[in-house]
Protein backbone atom coordinates (compact mmCIF):
# COMPACT_ATOMS: atom_id res chain seq x y z
CA UNK A 1 0.00 0.00 0.00
CA UNK A 2 1.09 3.22 -0.82
CA UNK A 3 1.60 6.39 1.41
CA UNK A 4 -1.22 8.07 -0.84
CA UNK A 5 -3.08 5.26 0.06
CA UNK A 6 -3.01 5.51 3.66
CA UNK A 7 -3.42 9.43 3.51
CA UNK A 8 -6.72 9.27 1.49
CA UNK A 9 -9.29 11.40 2.27
CA UNK A 10 -12.56 8.28 2.95
CA UNK A 11 -14.50 10.73 4.87
CA UNK A 12 -16.66 13.36 2.77
CA UNK A 13 -18.80 15.41 5.03
CA UNK A 14 -21.49 18.07 3.30
CA UNK A 15 -23.54 20.64 4.95
CA UNK A 16 -26.47 22.12 3.72
CA UNK A 17 -24.64 26.07 4.48
CA UNK A 18 -22.24 28.26 6.07
CA UNK A 19 -24.16 28.62 9.19
CA UNK A 20 -23.68 24.66 9.74
CA UNK A 21 -20.16 24.49 10.47
CA UNK A 22 -19.90 25.90 14.02
CA UNK A 23 -22.01 22.34 14.52
CA UNK A 24 -20.35 20.10 11.52
CA UNK A 25 -16.76 21.14 13.19
CA UNK A 26 -17.32 18.22 15.83
CA UNK A 27 -17.10 15.29 13.36
CA UNK A 28 -13.72 17.45 11.68
CA UNK A 29 -12.34 17.48 14.97
CA UNK A 30 -13.13 13.67 15.80
CA UNK A 31 -11.53 12.18 12.97
CA UNK A 32 -8.66 14.48 13.36
CA UNK A 33 -8.19 13.00 16.98
CA UNK A 34 -8.15 9.88 14.89
CA UNK A 35 -5.81 11.07 12.44
CA UNK A 36 -8.12 11.00 9.42
CA UNK A 37 -8.20 13.57 6.84
CA UNK A 38 -11.30 14.19 5.32
CA UNK A 39 -12.57 16.88 2.78
CA UNK A 40 -15.34 19.63 3.90
CA UNK A 41 -18.23 21.14 1.42
CA UNK A 42 -21.18 23.21 1.75
CA UNK A 43 -23.75 21.64 -0.08
CA UNK A 44 -27.29 21.98 -0.46
CA UNK A 45 -29.51 19.44 -2.04
CA UNK A 46 -32.24 22.32 -2.67
CA UNK A 47 -30.06 25.46 -3.51
CA UNK A 48 -27.45 23.44 -5.25
CA UNK A 49 -29.41 20.51 -6.28
CA UNK A 50 -27.45 18.53 -9.55
CA UNK A 51 -23.91 19.20 -8.19
CA UNK A 52 -25.37 17.51 -4.45
CA UNK A 53 -26.67 14.33 -6.91
CA UNK A 54 -23.24 14.39 -8.39
CA UNK A 55 -20.77 14.86 -5.75
CA UNK A 56 -23.24 11.74 -4.43
CA UNK A 57 -23.16 9.48 -7.15
CA UNK A 58 -19.04 10.18 -7.67
CA UNK A 59 -18.32 9.77 -4.38
CA UNK A 60 -17.26 6.07 -3.90
CA UNK A 61 -15.15 6.31 -6.59
CA UNK A 62 -13.53 9.47 -5.44
CA UNK A 63 -12.16 6.98 -2.68
CA UNK A 64 -14.87 8.28 0.03
CA UNK A 65 -15.87 5.43 1.90
CA UNK A 66 -18.25 7.13 4.65
CA UNK A 67 -20.29 10.66 4.37
CA UNK A 68 -21.35 12.35 6.53
CA UNK A 69 -24.30 15.29 6.26
CA UNK A 70 -25.64 17.89 8.48
CA UNK A 71 -28.21 20.18 7.74
CA UNK A 72 -30.63 21.98 9.49
CA UNK A 73 -34.32 22.77 8.96
CA UNK A 74 -36.05 20.73 5.97
CA UNK A 75 -33.04 18.91 5.96
CA UNK A 76 -33.17 16.69 2.75
CA UNK A 77 -29.38 16.64 2.00
CA UNK A 78 -28.16 12.96 3.65
CA UNK A 79 -31.71 11.50 2.47
CA UNK A 80 -30.88 13.11 -1.14
CA UNK A 81 -27.28 12.04 -1.07
CA UNK A 82 -28.51 8.19 0.33
CA UNK A 83 -30.32 7.87 -2.84
CA UNK A 84 -27.48 8.44 -5.21
CA UNK A 85 -24.33 6.30 -3.49
CA UNK A 86 -24.24 2.79 -1.72
CA UNK A 87 -21.89 4.58 0.73
CA UNK A 88 -23.16 4.44 3.93
CA UNK A 89 -24.18 7.92 5.25
CA UNK A 90 -24.35 9.58 8.61
CA UNK A 91 -27.09 12.06 9.19
CA UNK A 92 -26.94 15.11 11.73
CA UNK A 93 -29.98 16.62 12.14
CA UNK A 94 -28.75 20.59 13.53
CA UNK A 95 -31.01 23.07 15.29
CA UNK A 96 -31.79 25.89 13.61
CA UNK A 97 -34.85 27.97 13.11
CA UNK A 98 -38.20 27.81 14.55
CA UNK A 99 -38.76 24.31 15.27
CA UNK A 100 -34.94 24.11 16.96
CA UNK A 101 -33.76 20.71 15.10
CA UNK A 102 -37.03 18.61 15.29
CA UNK A 103 -37.67 19.14 11.95
CA UNK A 104 -34.40 18.22 10.80
CA UNK A 105 -34.55 15.10 13.18
CA UNK A 106 -37.83 13.94 11.30
CA UNK A 107 -36.36 15.30 7.58
CA UNK A 108 -33.61 13.06 8.37
CA UNK A 109 -34.43 9.88 9.95
CA UNK A 110 -37.79 9.17 8.65
CA UNK A 111 -36.11 7.66 5.18
CA UNK A 112 -37.94 5.13 3.34
CA UNK A 113 -36.98 0.96 3.03
CA UNK A 114 -34.15 0.56 1.36
CA UNK A 115 -32.72 4.07 1.62
CA UNK A 116 -30.87 4.29 5.09
CA UNK A 117 -29.60 7.37 6.65
CA UNK A 118 -27.32 6.57 10.12
CA UNK A 119 -29.03 9.52 12.01
CA UNK A 120 -27.45 10.84 15.15
CA UNK A 121 -28.71 13.22 17.52
CA UNK A 122 -29.64 16.46 16.82
CA UNK A 123 -26.59 18.53 17.08
CA UNK A 124 -24.30 14.97 17.09
CA UNK A 125 -21.92 15.76 14.73
CA UNK A 126 -19.18 14.38 17.42
CA UNK A 127 -21.07 11.23 17.33
CA UNK A 128 -21.19 11.11 13.58
CA UNK A 129 -17.86 11.48 13.81
CA UNK A 130 -17.05 8.66 15.78
CA UNK A 131 -19.49 6.37 14.12
CA UNK A 132 -17.64 7.43 10.80
CA UNK A 133 -14.30 6.01 12.47
CA UNK A 134 -16.31 3.04 13.70
CA UNK A 135 -17.17 1.95 9.85
CA UNK A 136 -13.89 2.71 8.74
CA UNK A 137 -12.10 0.48 11.82
CA UNK A 138 -14.37 -2.62 10.44
CA UNK A 139 -11.35 -2.72 7.85
CA UNK A 140 -8.76 -0.87 9.24
CA UNK A 141 -6.40 -2.74 12.25
CA UNK A 142 -5.06 0.63 13.45
CA UNK A 143 -8.04 2.56 13.59
CA UNK A 144 -9.65 -0.22 15.62
CA UNK A 145 -6.71 -0.19 18.34
CA UNK A 146 -7.30 3.53 18.46
CA UNK A 147 -10.80 3.11 18.72
CA UNK A 148 -10.59 0.81 21.88
CA UNK A 149 -8.03 3.06 23.29
CA UNK A 150 -10.88 5.81 23.17
CA UNK A 151 -13.53 3.62 24.77
CA UNK A 152 -11.22 2.92 27.56
CA UNK A 153 -10.71 6.88 27.73
CA UNK A 154 -14.91 6.93 28.62
CA UNK A 155 -14.64 4.52 30.73
CA UNK A 156 -11.53 6.22 33.07
CA UNK A 157 -13.09 9.60 32.59
CA UNK A 158 -16.60 8.46 33.92
CA UNK A 159 -15.15 6.56 36.45
CA UNK A 160 -13.33 9.19 37.96
CA UNK A 161 -16.31 11.67 37.76
CA UNK A 162 -17.68 8.59 40.09
CA UNK A 163 -15.08 8.86 42.51
CA UNK A 164 -14.94 12.24 42.60
CA UNK A 165 -18.77 12.50 43.73
CA UNK A 166 -18.06 9.67 45.96
CA UNK A 167 -15.18 11.74 47.85
CA UNK A 168 -17.40 15.10 47.80
CA UNK A 169 -20.57 13.12 49.24
CA UNK A 170 -18.47 11.70 51.66
C1 LIG B 1 -30.47 24.44 5.79
O1 LIG B 1 -31.04 25.63 6.21
C2 LIG B 1 -29.02 24.53 6.17
O2 LIG B 1 -28.49 23.26 6.38
C3 LIG B 1 -29.03 25.37 7.42
O3 LIG B 1 -29.02 24.56 8.59
C4 LIG B 1 -30.35 26.10 7.34
C5 LIG B 1 -30.18 27.60 7.23
O4 LIG B 1 -29.35 27.89 6.12
P1 LIG B 1 -28.81 29.38 5.87
O5 LIG B 1 -30.01 30.24 5.68
O6 LIG B 1 -28.01 29.75 7.11
O7 LIG B 1 -27.94 29.30 4.64
O8 LIG B 1 -30.62 24.23 4.43
Redesign the pocket.
Known amino acids: MTINALNAKKVLIL??????YQTMKGAVDVLKEFHLQCEVRIL?V??APEVATETASGARDAGYRVIIC??????H?AGAVAANTILPVIGVP?S??ALHGMD?LCSTVQMPPGVPVATVAIDGARNAGVLAVQILATADDRLATQLQSFKRTLTEQVLEKDRKLQSMLG
Not at 15 to 20: A, L, P, Q, R, Y
Not at 70 to 75: K, L, Q
Open positions: MGSDSDSHRGAGMAALISGA
